[in-house]
């Protein structure tokens, strides 16, 4: 089955920075709308950010809203989610996922493909 891969999570104490990425290996990002969600240990899983296949669509969660940026580099087929100011609410698992459909999630799509997460974890 086609998925995406997930990389840049880690450890990193309150205040710092992370870069995370979303790429694929068997398919052309640049078909989908591509969007990142979050899910903390006991909580819902949430969207944080979206991207629109050819990047002029852009929006963010209030909760990251300021302190994150995505981007798109369709020629390197990979997403990023630069995160800055992060606290410890920010630990979580963090998924990309690519739709193209209409859909009632985050963002208004319904997504075909998703990743296995990176974990990130802000902590002193």
């Known amino acids: 089955q086609l998925q995406l891969v997930e990389s840049g999570g880690g450890l990193v104490q309150p205040g710092g920075s992370l870069r995370l990425s979303c790429a694929a290996a068997e398919f052309t990002l640049d078909y989908y709308a591509i969007t990142w969600f979050r899910q903390a240990p006991g909580k819902e899983r949430e969207g944080v950010s979206c991207?629109?296949?050819?990047?002029?669509?852009?929006n963010y969660a209030d909760s990251v809203s300021g302190r994150a940026t995505i981007s798109r580099d369709n020629a390197r087929n990979t997403v990023y989610l630069q995160l800055n100011s992060l606290q410890p609410d920010d630990t979580a698992i963090y998924y990309c996922?690519?739709?193209?459909?209409?859909?009632?999630?985050?963002?208004?799509?319904?997504?075909?493909?998703w990743g296995q997460g990176t974990q990130v974890t802000v902590s002193s």
């Open positions: 996922a690519a739709g193209r459909r209409p859909g009632l999630q985050f963002c208004g799509y319904e997504y075909d493909f």
């Open positions: 991207i629109s296949r050819d990047g002029d669509s852009i």
